[in-house]
């Protein structure tokens, strides 16, 4: 379900804009989460948002089922390819549930953005907007949000999103879900060898 991604180009320590295959991507997903994490956290959701049968609205589940049973005490995976939270689950899922207090929301979901940032992981402060690209009314998500911009924001690549290449998906997904996973090996101090993706 995708939002459109506008922005300009700013030195805000809070948004990150990362090449998709950068061989530090990761890194600079668990730094960027790390500034965001309020202390205090004692539990992360991520909610993962897309479909498991379009591809380019994919990258959410992926990241769902990448980081799915990991780190039980700690994490709670909200979306995977498995039982996407999509156009049709997003809204009764969502309404039925309750964050507690002391707990920190990571919201991930594909966008269309300017030509310049295709291709980019931006990891931002601030809830994300899924379905605003398909004027879907769905409800603002998250305290943080990923966001992998796989198409230009215009009308003749929106008809590509069946057809988007699932390397980058999948590239995508792997360094947004290794990032989130050091993030909170880091914040709950797990042990180094623990296992950062299913």
Same mark, same amino acid.
């Not at 797990?190 to 299913?198: A, E, G, I, K, T």
């Given at each position: 379900m995708l939002q459109h991604l506008e922005w300009e180009k700013t030195a805000d320590? $809070? #948004?990150k804009i990362i090449p998709y295959n950068h061989k530090l991507a990761p890194l600079f997903i668990r730094n960027t989460l790390?500034? !965001?994490i309020p202390e205090g956290t004692q539990h992360i959701f991520v909610v993962g948002i897309g479909s498991n049968l379009i591809n380019g609205d994919s990258l959410g589940p992926f990241v769902g089922t990448l980081l799915r049973d990991l780190y039980?005490?700690?994490l &709670?995976? !909200?979306g995977n390819l498995e039982f996407p939270l999509d156009a049709t689950t997003l809204v009764p899922t969502y309404s039925n549930l309750h964050f507690p207090d002391n707990s920190f929301v990571i919201a991930i979901d594909s966008v269309f953005g300017k030509q310049e940032y295709i291709e980019s992981i931006v990891v931002s402060e601030g809830a994300l907007h899924p379905g605003a690209a398909f004027e879907h009314n769905l409800p603002s998500i998250g305290d943080c949000s990923m966001m992998g911009v796989i198409l230009e924001d215009n009308l003749t690549e929106k008809s590509s999103i069946v057809y988007t290449n699932l390397h980058l998906i999948y590239t995508m997904a792997t360094n947004i879900? &290794?990032?989130i996973s050091l993030a909170i090996?880091? @914040?709950f101090s @797990?042990?180094?060898? #623990? !296992? !950062? $993706?299913?």
């Open positions: 320590p $809070l #948004q790390f500034s !965001l039980p005490e700690h &709670t995976v !909200l879900a &290794t990032g090996r880091q @914040y @797990y042990p180094s060898d #623990q !296992l !950062l $993706l299913r």
